[in-house]
């Protein structure tokens, strides 16, 4: 079991940035990828970024050189820095680690941060 705290979210006008944090119960150095995803008004749920352990990222294409994923396992905390923000980003953000037990892999989600980019 994995509990996660996202943080950071807020109200932000168009070209400036955020930093959002997700804090996990449990170190988070063994979790196989840590991600962020997004759910916007009407939209289904999309990745936005993951991190594996190996320290390999994806990011989707629409936040490619404005976003960045980070881990700090001593604080057991993920975050995503978000730099250039538009208003299409615009959405509630959710933290997701999933855990590899055996031949099992586990989802466990956070309960999501807003974030509105607006003027």
């Known amino acids: 079991q994995v509990q996660l705290v996202e943080s950071g979210g807020g109200l932000v006008q168009p070209g400036g940035s955020l930093r959002l944090s997700c804090a996990a119960s449990?170190?988070?150095?063994?979790?196989?990828?840590m991600g962020w995803y997004r759910q916007g008004p009407g939209k289904q749920r999309e990745l936005v970024a993951a991190?594996?352990?190996?320290?390999?990222?994806n990011y989707a294409d629409s936040v490619k050189g404005r976003f960045t994923i980070s881990r700090d396992n001593a604080k057991n905390t993920v975050y995503l820095q978000m730099n250039s923000l538009k208003p299409e980003d615009t959405a509630v953000y959710y933290c997701?680690?999933?855990?590899?037990?055996?031949?099992?892999?586990?989802?466990?989600w956070g309960q999501g941060t807003q974030v509105t980019v607006s003027s």
């Open positions: 997701n680690a999933a855990v590899v037990a055996g031949s099992a892999e586990y989802s466990f």
């Open positions: 449990r170190s988070i150095f063994s979790i196989y990828a």
């Open positions: 991190l594996r352990s190996g320290g390999s990222t």
